[in-house]
Protein backbone atom coordinates (compact mmCIF):
# COMPACT_ATOMS: atom_id res chain seq x y z
CA UNK A 1 0.00 0.00 0.00
CA UNK A 2 1.19 3.25 -1.14
CA UNK A 3 1.85 6.34 1.46
CA UNK A 4 -0.37 9.28 1.09
CA UNK A 5 2.55 11.45 -0.24
CA UNK A 6 3.78 8.78 -2.60
CA UNK A 7 -0.51 9.12 -4.49
CA UNK A 8 -0.55 11.65 -7.26
CA UNK A 9 -1.94 14.74 -6.20
CA UNK A 10 -5.20 14.23 -8.15
CA UNK A 11 -5.98 10.85 -6.68
CA UNK A 12 -5.40 11.99 -3.05
CA UNK A 13 -9.01 12.07 -0.76
CA UNK A 14 -9.12 15.69 -0.48
CA UNK A 15 -8.07 16.93 -3.93
CA UNK A 16 -10.57 13.68 -4.63
CA UNK A 17 -12.81 14.66 -3.06
CA UNK A 18 -12.46 18.36 -4.21
CA UNK A 19 -12.47 17.28 -7.75
CA UNK A 20 -15.30 14.38 -7.96
CA UNK A 21 -17.59 15.11 -4.58
CA UNK A 22 -17.77 13.21 -1.59
CA UNK A 23 -19.40 9.93 -3.35
CA UNK A 24 -16.31 9.08 -5.15
CA UNK A 25 -14.54 8.19 -2.73
CA UNK A 26 -14.46 4.80 -0.51
CA UNK A 27 -15.34 4.75 3.13
CA UNK A 28 -11.30 4.32 3.74
CA UNK A 29 -10.52 7.52 1.83
CA UNK A 30 -13.76 9.37 3.44
CA UNK A 31 -12.38 8.08 7.04
CA UNK A 32 -8.58 9.36 6.14
CA UNK A 33 -9.68 13.05 5.42
CA UNK A 34 -11.44 12.76 9.07
CA UNK A 35 -8.39 11.44 10.53
CA UNK A 36 -5.78 13.82 8.57
CA UNK A 37 -2.56 11.81 9.57
CA UNK A 38 -1.41 8.38 10.49
CA UNK A 39 1.04 7.71 12.93
CA UNK A 40 4.65 6.34 13.13
CA UNK A 41 4.83 2.85 11.43
CA UNK A 42 0.72 3.18 10.24
CA UNK A 43 0.12 5.62 7.39
CA UNK A 44 -3.42 7.02 7.73
CA UNK A 45 -5.27 4.29 5.19
CA UNK A 46 -4.27 1.71 7.39
CA UNK A 47 -5.31 3.76 10.80
CA UNK A 48 -8.93 4.11 8.41
CA UNK A 49 -8.91 -0.04 7.44
CA UNK A 50 -8.80 -0.36 11.06
CA UNK A 51 -11.43 2.34 12.04
CA UNK A 52 -13.41 0.52 9.36
CA UNK A 53 -12.93 -2.88 10.88
CA UNK A 54 -13.99 -2.03 14.39
CA UNK A 55 -16.90 -0.08 13.04
CA UNK A 56 -17.97 -3.02 10.86
CA UNK A 57 -17.92 -5.35 14.22
CA UNK A 58 -19.67 -3.32 16.37
CA UNK A 59 -22.07 -1.67 14.49
CA UNK A 60 -24.15 1.25 16.54
CA UNK A 61 -22.33 0.09 19.79
CA UNK A 62 -18.64 1.94 19.18
CA UNK A 63 -17.33 4.92 21.23
CA UNK A 64 -14.45 7.12 22.29
CA UNK A 65 -13.52 4.04 24.26
CA UNK A 66 -13.58 1.66 21.45
CA UNK A 67 -11.97 4.19 19.06
CA UNK A 68 -8.87 5.30 21.28
CA UNK A 69 -8.06 1.46 21.57
CA UNK A 70 -7.03 1.88 17.74
CA UNK A 71 -3.72 2.78 17.26
CA UNK A 72 -3.12 5.80 15.51
CA UNK A 73 -6.61 7.28 17.06
CA UNK A 74 -6.41 9.93 19.62
CA UNK A 75 -8.85 11.03 21.76
CA UNK A 76 -9.72 14.34 19.49
CA UNK A 77 -9.91 12.17 16.55
CA UNK A 78 -12.32 9.82 18.24
CA UNK A 79 -14.59 12.98 19.02
CA UNK A 80 -14.42 13.94 15.98
CA UNK A 81 -15.07 11.09 13.85
CA UNK A 82 -18.01 10.66 15.75
CA UNK A 83 -19.48 13.66 16.31
CA UNK A 84 -18.86 13.34 12.35
CA UNK A 85 -21.55 10.62 12.26
CA UNK A 86 -23.58 11.96 14.89
CA UNK A 87 -24.27 14.72 12.28
CA UNK A 88 -25.14 13.27 9.42
CA UNK A 89 -27.02 11.20 10.96
CA UNK A 90 -29.27 14.09 12.85
CA UNK A 91 -28.96 15.68 9.15
CA UNK A 92 -30.35 13.26 6.88
CA UNK A 93 -32.99 11.70 9.36
CA UNK A 94 -34.10 15.45 10.00
CA UNK A 95 -34.50 15.88 5.87
CA UNK A 96 -36.41 12.33 5.45
CA UNK A 97 -38.28 11.53 8.52
CA UNK A 98 -42.27 11.88 8.61
CA UNK A 99 -43.69 10.98 12.08
CA UNK A 100 -47.20 9.56 11.30
CA UNK A 101 -47.36 7.01 14.34
CA UNK A 102 -45.17 5.91 17.38
CA UNK A 103 -42.88 3.12 15.32
CA UNK A 104 -42.22 5.83 12.89
CA UNK A 105 -40.06 7.18 15.69
CA UNK A 106 -37.70 4.13 16.59
CA UNK A 107 -35.15 4.52 13.79
CA UNK A 108 -34.21 7.77 15.64
CA UNK A 109 -34.15 6.20 19.11
CA UNK A 110 -33.40 2.67 18.59
CA UNK A 111 -29.08 3.97 20.23
CA UNK A 112 -30.61 4.02 23.38
CA UNK A 113 -32.85 0.59 23.88
CA UNK A 114 -29.27 -0.87 25.54
CA UNK A 115 -27.72 1.83 27.45
CA UNK A 116 -27.16 1.03 30.83
CA UNK A 117 -28.27 4.43 32.22
CA UNK A 118 -31.44 6.42 31.05
CA UNK A 119 -30.79 8.60 28.38
CA UNK A 120 -34.35 10.98 27.97
CA UNK A 121 -34.32 12.46 24.68
CA UNK A 122 -36.52 15.34 22.88
CA UNK A 123 -37.51 15.29 19.06
CA UNK A 124 -38.75 18.47 17.54
CA UNK A 125 -41.24 18.25 14.45
CA UNK A 126 -42.34 21.04 12.53
CA UNK A 127 -45.92 21.47 11.42
CA UNK A 128 -45.86 18.39 8.98
CA UNK A 129 -44.53 16.26 11.34
CA UNK A 130 -40.85 15.88 9.77
CA UNK A 131 -38.14 15.80 12.28
CA UNK A 132 -36.45 18.78 12.64
CA UNK A 133 -34.45 17.94 15.91
CA UNK A 134 -33.51 14.99 18.35
CA UNK A 135 -31.45 16.01 21.19
CA UNK A 136 -30.67 14.06 24.45
CA UNK A 137 -32.22 16.12 27.51
CA UNK A 138 -30.49 13.97 30.03
CA UNK A 139 -28.84 11.19 31.33
CA UNK A 140 -29.31 9.05 34.77
CA UNK A 141 -32.66 8.50 37.14
CA UNK A 142 -36.18 9.90 35.20
CA UNK A 143 -37.86 11.94 37.51
CA UNK A 144 -39.73 15.62 37.81
CA UNK A 145 -36.34 17.18 39.17
CA UNK A 146 -34.30 16.28 36.51
CA UNK A 147 -35.95 16.83 33.36
CA UNK A 148 -37.46 20.08 34.01
CA UNK A 149 -39.49 21.38 30.94
CA UNK A 150 -37.16 24.66 30.62
CA UNK A 151 -34.30 21.67 29.76
CA UNK A 152 -37.33 20.33 27.49
CA UNK A 153 -38.84 22.92 25.53
CA UNK A 154 -35.64 25.17 24.98
CA UNK A 155 -34.09 23.92 21.73
CA UNK A 156 -37.70 22.94 20.83
CA UNK A 157 -38.63 26.64 21.26
CA UNK A 158 -35.12 27.46 19.24
CA UNK A 159 -36.16 25.21 16.33
CA UNK A 160 -39.37 27.20 16.35
CA UNK A 161 -41.06 23.31 16.64
CA UNK A 162 -44.38 22.84 16.16
CA UNK A 163 -45.04 19.72 18.20
CA UNK A 164 -42.56 17.46 20.16
CA UNK A 165 -41.80 13.58 21.03
CA UNK A 166 -40.60 12.55 24.25
CA UNK A 167 -38.56 9.52 24.63
CA UNK A 168 -36.55 7.36 27.10
CA UNK A 169 -35.02 4.01 27.79
CA UNK A 170 -35.77 1.70 30.67
CA UNK A 171 -32.27 -0.22 31.25
CA UNK A 172 -34.75 -2.72 33.24
CA UNK A 173 -36.45 -3.66 30.08
CA UNK A 174 -39.64 -3.57 32.08
CA UNK A 175 -41.76 -1.86 29.43
CA UNK A 176 -44.24 -0.04 31.63
CA UNK A 177 -44.25 3.41 32.87
CA UNK A 178 -43.12 4.49 36.20
CA UNK A 179 -44.88 6.45 38.79
CA UNK A 180 -42.25 9.31 37.77
CA UNK A 181 -42.31 8.57 34.19
CA UNK A 182 -46.51 9.84 34.63
CA UNK A 183 -46.03 12.71 36.56
CA UNK A 184 -43.11 14.36 34.20
CA UNK A 185 -45.33 13.17 31.00
CA UNK A 186 -47.82 15.30 32.53
CA UNK A 187 -45.89 18.22 33.80
CA UNK A 188 -44.49 18.38 29.87
CA UNK A 189 -47.69 18.13 28.38
CA UNK A 190 -49.15 21.22 31.04
CA UNK A 191 -46.06 23.08 29.78
CA UNK A 192 -46.52 22.36 25.92
CA UNK A 193 -50.10 23.86 26.41
CA UNK A 194 -49.08 26.62 27.62
CA UNK A 195 -46.28 27.13 25.38
CA UNK A 196 -47.89 26.41 22.28
CA UNK A 197 -45.82 23.22 21.33
CA UNK A 198 -47.93 20.38 22.29
CA UNK A 199 -46.61 16.73 23.40
CA UNK A 200 -47.50 14.46 21.16
CA UNK A 201 -46.20 11.49 22.45
CA UNK A 202 -44.16 9.96 24.94
CA UNK A 203 -42.18 6.71 23.85
CA UNK A 204 -40.13 4.13 26.50
CA UNK A 205 -38.02 1.80 24.53
CA UNK A 206 -36.01 -1.52 25.61
CA UNK A 207 -34.12 -4.00 23.69
CA UNK A 208 -37.64 -5.95 23.92
CA UNK A 209 -39.99 -3.45 22.41
CA UNK A 210 -41.64 0.03 23.06
CA UNK A 211 -44.42 1.08 24.25
CA UNK A 212 -46.51 4.02 23.43
CA UNK A 213 -47.86 6.50 26.20
CA UNK A 214 -50.59 7.35 23.28
CA UNK A 215 -51.41 4.35 22.37
CA UNK A 216 -52.02 3.09 26.24
CA UNK A 217 -54.42 6.06 26.96
CA UNK A 218 -51.69 7.19 29.52
CA UNK A 219 -51.71 10.65 27.88
Known amino acids: MKHIKEIPDFDRPREKLAAKGPEALSDSELLAILLGRGVKGKDVFQVA ?36 FEFARRRLL ?24 EYFLCISLNGANEVI ?9 LNTNQVHPREVFVDAISDRAASIILAHNH ?46 GFM
Open 171 to 216: PSGVLKPSPDDIATTRQLVDAGKILGIPVLDHIIITKKGYLSFKEK
Open 94 to 117: KESLVIQKAEDVLPLISYIADKKQ
Open 49 to 84: RAVLRKLDKDKEKIGVKTLVSIEGVGFAKACQILAS
Open 133 to 141: GNRIVTVGL
